[in-house]
């Protein structure tokens, strides 16, 4: 077997046996990358080898990641490499510090790889094709996408290019792409994982969390970058278990909860019978599941396109060409072939600004300006947070009865590239399972659970309490080792 389709866990046991070394697993890795990423593009820039050798030299040696790679989205900032959000409004740009993540990940160990992956500009969508790169092809049919926002880092842990991978999930941005390309993908609780150095979309939803290729993974890297932050002010200091120690434990009588607003008309068939087959497989190993309802669902897509636009554009006014990177040509007062140029500060703003950002981010920037806009603000932001609050209460009320919350990730398999684009609402709709997670700051986790008849995944998620973590990983590793389908590879 190539040594990179193995996991994390199989890699650092062969480490520790003296059977690899972490020169080895990189070596498979950039000649797996040579070889399938023209075709999946899950990279929009590379570590160059200069980098690798020195992060070889200080931190191979040490537990409990040893040397294992570990690539991460655009959007997360790192020292040694350009972190540009996929958009040309950030070219160029290269943060003066590491994100507490990557700070976390080097001292476990472990070396930054493959930086970075591609994603949808500044995490603005759902297939990973609003990117300034170009989208990212899914490794199980490279006709169709990868989901997103987080789209490369699921691609590259999908198509063997990445032994772990790092993303953000604003509103399914992890766990949508861990469904379309058959990987593991856990939203952390809001404040579990540190966001300092996470460039915002919308800060009261974003999380950083894992993409995996499967649960044991998953619950090592977990242990690695959670836990309190002084440099995040929505960080939460609760202590972090071991994440590892769920796994296997027996989940007789643990009660999961089965939302009816989540089988209705829009759901694909094959994905509901996929779904329909785990909860039967869950039953089998003495999970009791009933059926409840969450009655504001049918709102979460409303409100969160809302809260998250309004967002996105006060984080965004940030750029604006004046310090860092790009900045239109011509634009600002000057000499040039001894003609005085007549542009002013404004128009440096508007040419940057609309030649720099893609229709997305403008489209988002628009619509967040609006809704925060004198006149509209009680009408729709204020509006929105009161809806926020009652999807909360829902899983509120069913948490005081439940372990946790059974659901499909995606309405549907990964659709065609261009499927969707010219068709804002349709796309939006791709969140419509993932998005009350976010809006609710609980944890859940996108596991395999079966294929479509055309070969693509279809992800099972599970939602629990906040800071209860442990329950998601008890329930989907149990899963997952009672079932074939984290066992299946790409045959790219």
């Given amino acids: 077997m190539e040594i990179n389709t193995l996991t994390a866990h199989e890699l650092i046991e062969k480490q520790n046996k003296g059977e690899i070394t972490p020169q080895e ?12 990423d023209p075709k999946i593009k899950a990279y929009v820039r590379l570590s160059d080898s200069n980098s690798l050798n020195l992060q070889l030299t200080a931190y191979s040696l040490q537990p409990p990641l040893r040397g294992i ?53 500044f995490a603005f969508g759902s297939s990973t094709e609003n990117s300034c790169f170009g989208p990212t092809h899914n490794p199980w049919d490279l006709e169709s996408v990868v989901g997103g926002s987080s789209g490369g880092s699921a691609a590259a842990v999908a198509g063997n290019e990445a032994i772990l991978a790092l993303g953000s999930d604003t509103g399914g941005s992890i766990r949508q792409p ?34 995996t290729k499967d649960v044991r993974d998953c619950a090592i890297l977990m242990n690695i970058i959670a836990g309190f932050d002084s440099l995040d002010a929505t960080s939460v200091n609760v202590e972090v278990p071991d994440y590892t120690k769920p796994l296997g434990q027996d989940i007789k009588g643990i009660k999961i909860a089965i939302p009816k607003e989540y089988f209705i008309q829009g759901l694909d068939v094959e994905v509901k019978a996929a779904i329909e087959e785990a909860i039967n497989k869950l039953k089998s190993l003495g999970a009791h599941c009933k059926e409840v309802s969450l009655p504001h669902t049918e709102y979460a897509v409303p409100a969160y396109y809302i809260i998250a636009t309004a967002e996105a554009s006060s984080n965004l006014a940030r750029f604006d060409g004046v310090q860092y990177g790009y900045r239109a040509q011509n634009s600002l007062p000057g000499r040039q072939a001894g003609k005085l140029k007549t542009q002013n500060l ?22 967040g300006t609006f809704v925060l806009s004198h006149g509209y603000y009680d009408a729709y932001y204020l509006r929105a ?55 609710s700051g609980i944890p859940a986790i996108s596991i395999p659970c079966g294929f479509t008849k055309k070969g693509l995944p279809v992800g099972l998620q599970i939602l629990a309490r906040p800071f209860n973590e442990e329950m998601l990983f008890k329930v989907a590793y149990t899963y997952e080792q009672n079932t074939p389908w984290h066992l299946q590879k790409t045959k790219i």
């Fill in 25 to 36: 697993i990189f070596d498979s890795l950039k000649q797996r990358i040579k070889k399938v």
């Fill in 69 to 121: 790679p570990v690539s991460v989205k655009d959007n997360i900032s790192t020292l040694d490499y350009n972190t540009e959000c996929c958009s040309k409004i950030l070219a160029g740009f290269k943060p003066p510090y590491d994100a507490t993540v990557i700070r976390k990940l080097k001292e476990a160990g472990a070396t930054i790889f493959g930086a970075k992956t591609n994603m949808d500009e």
């Fill in 178 to 211: 861990a469904a379309f390309c058959g990987v593991v993908g856990l939203k952390p609780t809001y404040g579990r994982v540190s966001r300092y150095g996470l460039i915002a979309f919308a800060s009261s939803l974003d999380q950083i969390g894992p993409i």
């Fill in 346 to 367: 404004i128009d440096m703003y508007k040419k940057t600004r609309g030649q720099g950002f893609g229709e997305e981010a403008k489209r988002r920037i628009i619509l």
């Fill in 385 to 439: 947070l009161k809806v926020r609050t009652l999807i909360k209460k829902d899983f509120d009320r069913i948490f005081a009865d439940f372990d946790c919350v059974l659901t499909p990730t995606s309405p549907t398999p990964a659709f065609k590239i261009g499927e969707k684009i010219q068709d804002p609402l349709k796309m939006y709709l791709s969140d419509i399972y993932t998005i009350s997670a976010n809006l």
